[in-house]
């Protein structure tokens, strides 16, 4: 009783840690505090957090008065879309490719899987024009679907060598198991495998989802000229050549990041063990 | 009819290492067959070759009386259980057990009797709603076990089901699977690398070594008769007692092997085949359960015209027993070598090695015995009990 928890060594160690926490933290602390000033807080008092009368109309004004036809909430529902279409067809197809390279030993599947990892090296802007050209040929510009594809197809080679590497790791007998109890190769994937799967879906959804709505590059390329506006490019819309309102920026950067960063918090341990590898039964 | 016919099965996996050579085998319905055998011996090979998870390239296996070589695993009618268990993570027992049901697209009602029912006679039925990692080894085998039963297959495969249990454990599921497997009276085939579980388990036991069938044929057959030098070691624990040693003829229908200043002399009943070994070496073997301790009056009466003299290595006292290994005059031999590094105690210990012309046998002292290290013993041996091997193949001489 009484003795003191930490020795020198444990408690210098938890110390740094604190301070590397406080340190990750500013950003998002600068982030919150100017999204809750005035102008005028914000041009006399920039370091002063306001705690005394936050302004929260900040983010009425931000939700409301987005650059893009509909405002931010338009965005946001855009967005929206555009992720979960092309998360949930990422998954779909980047698991099924994964799991076809993993469990076949053909050369041809080997093949594939240097494919796609040098898919996953290749800086994607080199094929920008070409795929430009392609879609504009296909009448995928600035559509829900089209942007989806493309999100999708550019994030695959990245999720197939994530899904691969997981996989291979697997032990085949739940599928020898699921075939010997009498199922099918669907049924077998599907009610086995990518239950399976569960810790490394959840890391490519945390991923590409991420990837995707924080785009901003894609979205003004191949959505330009249309109503379907994406968060990045509302946020962009209250950036002005003469007069910027910071706070609404950071208003609604902090509206933009609030779903990510939940989604992060309820599935953090399933994304560190997607990473980590490996399945307890 | 759930028999399963195995006619000159071979495998050939890709990079050319050969599991198995032309396997032939007949296990009827309703039998308890073991395939027992060191590790890379093709048991497990030949198990998955049934289940359908191996392809055949070499050979033919006929289920229920049709051959399965070309039928996909799901359409073979077997369950198997994994030495893993490999039960879905994600899924609660019911859901486990259910599964295989699910497949066969039966209705929901059938679906819970039947996995009520299995569940009852695996003792599970309170265990329904966990998840698998919520369950003790025991428990999860035993899940495993109510997957393969709840479909009624026309064969159980199960692949060394209780290699991960602790010794208290497996002994008592060992009892549990014979009883299941009694009641189901389904045909089973059970790979393991544990002889005691091929002895007390089995209906009939397929010994295998090196891809190759060594011996088929009821525990007490191959205990008794084994085949071979091979089969002789490994089977029982410890196995059977190896000496090389001279046969010479003392005389007119008089054989006898030359143990150290010992002449044991041979059974009648095998001169006929052991004369042409006359003036030559040959294996003998012995079951240290035939080298004690007992008067030999007592056991053979006077027929005990053979003694074994030598100095005791090391007493274990086994409660039930003293395991006595003495160091004999003759030569030590190798049935496997594989197998007798396995076997061999570290070295340093002085049963590691035996001295050079001598051999370790080991014997089977009653636990009052007084018997120490470094004490000379004289065991006496019954003709009868003596086994002879070729030492050139190996093969038993009848």
């Known amino acids: 009783m009484g003795a003191f928890r930490y020795t020198s060594r444990s408690f210098v160690r938890e110390v740094v840690m604190i301070l590397a926490a406080l340190l990750f933290a500013m950003p998002l602390y600068f982030l919150i505090a100017i999204s809750l000033k005035t102008d005028q807080q914000l041009t006399l008092e920039p370091m002063k957090p306001p705690l005394a009368d936050p302004e929260w109309g900040n983010y009425a004004d931000a939700w409301s008065s987005g650059g893009t036809t509909g405002g931010m909430g338009r965005a946001f529902l855009n967005t929206l879309i555009i992720t979960v279409g092309s998360v949930v067809c990422l998954v779909l197809v980047s698991s099924l490719t994964a799991y076809v390279i993993a469990r076949r030993t053909s050369r041809l599947s080997n093949g594939l899987y240097v494919l796609f990892v040098v898919g996953f090296i290749m800086p994607a802007t080199l094929g920008l024009v070409p795929i430009y050209v392609v879609m504009r040929g296909a009448g995928l510009l600035a559509t829900y679907h089209g942007i989806i594809i493309l999100h999708t197809a550019g994030i695959l080679p990245f999720a197939v060598f994530l899904y691969v590497g997981f996989i291979r790791a697997l032990p085949t007998e739940y599928e020898e198991a699921a075939q010997v109890d009498g199922a099918g190769m669907l049924r077998t994937f599907f009610k086995v495998v990518i239950p399976l799967l569960r810790p490394i879906t959840t890391t490519v959804a945390m991923l590409s989802g991420l990837i995707v709505w924080n785009d901003f590059f894609l979205a003004l390329i191949f959505m330009s000229g249309s109503s379907i506006g994406t968060l990045p490019i509302a946020l962009n819309s209250f950036v002005n050549e003469n007069y910027t309102q910071w706070n609404l920026v950071f208003a609604g950067a902090t509206i933009a990041i609030l779903p990510m960063l939940c989604v992060f918090v309820v599935a953090q341990r399933q994304f560190v063990r997607g990473l980590a590898g490996g399945i307890r039964g | ?303 005990a015209a053979g003694r074994l003299r030598g100095e005791v290595t090391v007493v274990e006292m086994l409660g039930h027993e003293r395991l006595v290994q003495v160091e004999v005059p003759g030569e030590p031999v190798a049935a496997d070598p594989e197998l007798e590094n396995i076997r061999r105690p570290p070295d340093g210990r002085r049963n590691g090695r035996p001295t050079p012309g001598t051999a370790n046998v080991y014997a089977r002292f009653s636990p009052s015995s007084t018997v120490k290290p470094l004490e000379t013993v004289d065991i006496p041996v019954n003709p009868a009990d003596l086994h002879f091997f070729d030492p050139e193949t190996g093969e038993a001489i009848r």
Not at chain 2, 122 to 134: F, N, T, Y
């Open chain 2, 1 to 303: 009819m759930g028999t399963i016919d195995i006619r000159g099965l071979g495998k050939v996996y890709p990079g050319g290492t050969r599991a198995l050579r032309d396997l032939n085998l007949e296990i009827a319905d309703g039998e308890f067959m073991i395939f027992v055998g060191p590790s890379g011996c093709g048991k497990t090979t030949a198990l998955r070759m049934i289940a359908g998870l191996e392809t055949i390239e070499e050979g033919e296996i006929s289920i229920g009386g049709t051959v399965v070589n070309r039928v996909e695993p799901r359409k073979r009618d077997v369950a198997m259980v994994f030495q893993n268990y490999a039960l879905y993570p994600h899924m609660t027992v019911y859901d486990n057990i259910a599964f295989p049901l699910q497949c066969e697209g039966k209705r929901k009602q059938e679906i819970k009797e039947r996995v009520e029912e299995a569940a009852r006679l695996l003792g599970l039925g309170e265990l329904l709603k966990r998840k698998p990692r919520a369950l003790s080894g025991g428990q999860r085998q035993r899940v495993a076990m109510g997957r393969a039963i709840v479909r009624k297959p026309q064969a159980f495969l199960l692949d060394e089901p209780l290699s991960n249990l602790d010794a208290k454990l497996r002994m008592q599921m060992r009892a549990e699977l014979s009883t299941v497997q009694r009641t189901l009276g389904v045909t089973t085939v059970y790979v393991t690398h544990d002889q005691v579980e091929a002895m007390t388990m089995g209906t009939r036991i397929a010994v295998m070594r090196n891809g190759l069938l060594q011996q088929e044929g009821t525990p007490e057959l191959v205990y008794d008769r084994p085949s071979n030098m091979f089969v002789a070691t490994f089977i029982g624990s410890p196995g059977m007692n190896l000496l090389s040693c001279p046969l010479v003829a003392d005389g007119p229908d008089d054989l006898r092997c030359v143990v150290g200043d010992q002449r044991i002399p041979a059974p009648k009943e095998l001169h006929g085949a052991l004369e042409r070994f006359a003036g030559s070496q040959v294996v003998v073997g012995v079951r240290p359960e035939k080298l004690t301790d007992a008067p030999a009056h007592a056991r053979h009466g006077d027929a």
